[in-house]
């Protein structure tokens, strides 16, 4: 088993900043890439950002320039800077870890629970 708690969401002015933290934990002999992906009301859940362990980095065409994406592989954390936020950028923000796993190398997909971000205008 894989768990993964989040942390730092909240409510916020636009313009405002917020940074989102994803601790793995469990039964992990690498993680690969890990990421973030929001889902509005209403609305299918969307992909913000990845990296890599290699720490190459991929965003959103909608983010890019105000969000950035960072891992502590020592603490198998992963961030999520978020600066400049606009209302639209409201949503239940998920990480997602790729881990492998020990003994079997098996490839585990996991999900947090979610961390509600919420701007106002």
Do not use: H
């Not at 730092?8 to 002999?29: D, E, H, K, P, Y």
């Not at 502590?72 to 800077?81: F, H, I, Q, R, S």
């Not at 629970?113 to 205008?121: F, P």
């Amino acid at each position: 088993q894989v768990q993964l708690v989040e942390s730092g969401g909240g409510l916020v002015q636009a313009g405002g900043s917020l940074r989102l933290s994803c601790a793995a934990s469990g039964s992990i002999f690498r993680i690969n890439a890990m990421g973030w992906y929001r889902q509005a009301p209403g609305k299918q859940r969307e992909l913000v950002a990845t990296i890599t362990s290699g720490g190459s980095t991929n965003y959103a065409d909608s983010v890019k320039g105000r969000f950035t994406i960072s891992r502590d592989n020592a603490k198998n954390t992963v961030y999520l800077e978020m600066n400049s936020l606009k209302p639209e950028d409201t949503a239940v923000y998920y990480c997602n870890v790729e881990t492998i796993r020990p003994i079997s190398f098996a490839r585990r997909n996991s999900w947090g629970q979610g961390t509600q971000v919420t701007v106002s205008s």
